[in-house]
């Protein structure tokens, strides 16, 4: 029953457990009843990408992307679904090129 507001920059990656997400963060677990198709569309802004159909992924937290992972900056290996590949490929390249 207690709200706890959570920076972007300090989500690492949200995870869909039953009907609840887990946001996996700097500071510790946190948890809410939504929908992820609902945060994915909202924290998409902020560079969090979907990569499955229960992950949600920081672009700042990405060390590499594999095949079929993702692995994160702290060694996480994350699932990446065939039919978001190509879009995590594309939106890393894009990111790539704005940093340039």
Excluded: W
Aim: proline share 1%; aromatic share 10%; hydrophobic share 35%.
């Amino acid at each position: 029953g207690l709200n706890v507001k959570l920076k972007n920059q300090d989500i690492i990656y949200i995870e869909k457990e039953d009907k609840n997400l887990v946001y996996h963060t700097k500071k510790g677990l946190f948890y809410e009843r939504c929908s992820i198709a609902q945060r994915a569309d909202e924290l998409e802004a902020y560079d969090i990408i979907r990569i499955n159909s229960g992950l949600l992924v920081n672009y700042e937290y990405i060390f590499r992307v594999m095949l079929e992972e993702v692995e994160l900056l702290d060694h996480t290996i994350l699932p990446i679904s065939r039919a978001r590949r190509n879009y995590l490929n594309e939106f890393i390249r894009e990111k790539t090129k704005q940093k340039q």
